[in-house]
């Protein structure tokens, strides 16, 4: 994709800061870090989002991940890290290529998760069969 920052950041056309990469992924730093040490995790071709990424492409970027998380967690000595990604516009993602944040945690980072929602009455079994029957 030619107006995507991080096809850029693969071609060499834009600067990163390189933490790893292997022939089909690559991870840097963010440029704009919840925490020190926070991560993107990125597959080389372009794909829009999570649901748009073949098996292999899951596979390649979240074993990679998995290292990664390790590397950053020991590199600023994390106490923890939360895995991320936000897919499509109203889920907050803003770069649209897939792309895994590693989040670094500390203790008392004041980092805030999303709260909680409660099912009204029967909405939640409602819910669970809509969403099977999408599986099947
Ligand atoms: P999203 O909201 O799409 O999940 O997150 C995109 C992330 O990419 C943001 O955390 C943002 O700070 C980061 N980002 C955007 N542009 C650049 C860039 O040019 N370089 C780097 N290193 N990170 C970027
Ligand atoms: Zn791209």
Redesign the pocket.
């Known amino acids: 994709m030619t107006d995507c920052?991080f096809c850029k950041?693969i071609k060499g056309e834009?600067p990163?800061?390189r933490i790893y990469e292997d022939k089909d992924v690559l991870a840097?730093?963010?440029?704009?870090p919840v925490n020190r040490g926070?991560a993107?995790v990125i597959p080389k071709k372009h794909y829009a989002d999570f649901t748009d990424m073949p098996d292999e492409a899951v596979k390649q970027v979240f074993v990679a991940a998995k290292k990664v998380a390790d590397g950053v967690m020991k590199g600023v000595n994390a106490n923890g890290f939360n895995l991320g990604?936000?897919n499509r516009k109203v889920a907050?993602?803003?770069?649209m290529h897939a792309?895994v944040?590693i989040m670094p945690r500390f203790e008392g980072d004041g980092f805030k998760l999303w709260e909680g929602k409660k099912y009204l009455e029967g909405e939640a079994k409602k819910v669970m069969e809509s969403i099977n029957k999408k599986l099947k």
């Open positions: 920052i950041i834009i990163c800061l840097f730093l963010d440029i704009a926070h993107l990604m936000n907050g993602q803003l770069v792309h944040h």
